[in-house]
Nanobody, 125 residues
Framework: QVHLVESGGGSVQAGGSLRLSCTAS????????MGWFRQTPGKEREGVAA???????KFYADSVKGRFTIGGDAKTTLYLQIDSLRPEDTAMYYC???????????????????WGQGTQVNVSS
């Protein structure tokens, strides 16, 4: 079992920046991948970025590439630097982990089996 806790969300104007953080505890040695997902009411959860254990291999959704940067070791720490925020980035952002499995990408949220509580990002125009 891996426990995830996110922080760093807030309300900002379009064009601003935020840095989201996630800390992991528990069976972190069994984590293969960690990622960031976002969700708004009435919309499916969307993967935005992911990193394989060690942090060297990274994945980004096309919609955020160039603006979002994932960092951290993807073992016990994970970060998401968000620049040039847009109103459509408004969402609840979740940290997630793939534990006891080998999947890593942004496409299949169902493959992630550990989730944080989320941190809200609000971007005003």
């Amino acid at each position: 079992q891996v426990h995830l806790v996110e922080s760093g969300g807030g309300s900002v104007q379009a064009g601003g920046s935020l840095r989201l953080s996630c800390t992991a505890s528990g069976e972190t040695t069994k984590t293969w991948c960690m990622g960031w997902f976002r969700q708004t009411p009435g919309k499916e959860r969307e993967g935005v970025a992911a990193a394989r254990r060690g942090g060297a291999t990274k994945f980004y959704a096309d919609s955020v590439k160039g603006r979002f940067t994932i960092g951290g070791d993807a073992k016990t720490t994970l970060y998401l630097q968000i620049d040039s925020l847009r109103p459509e980035d408004t969402a609840m952002y979740y940290c997630a982990a793939v534990v006891w499995d080998t999947y890593c990408d942004t496409a299949a949220s169902e493959r992630y089996n550990s989730w944080g509580q989320g941190t809200q990002v609000n971007v005003s125009s």
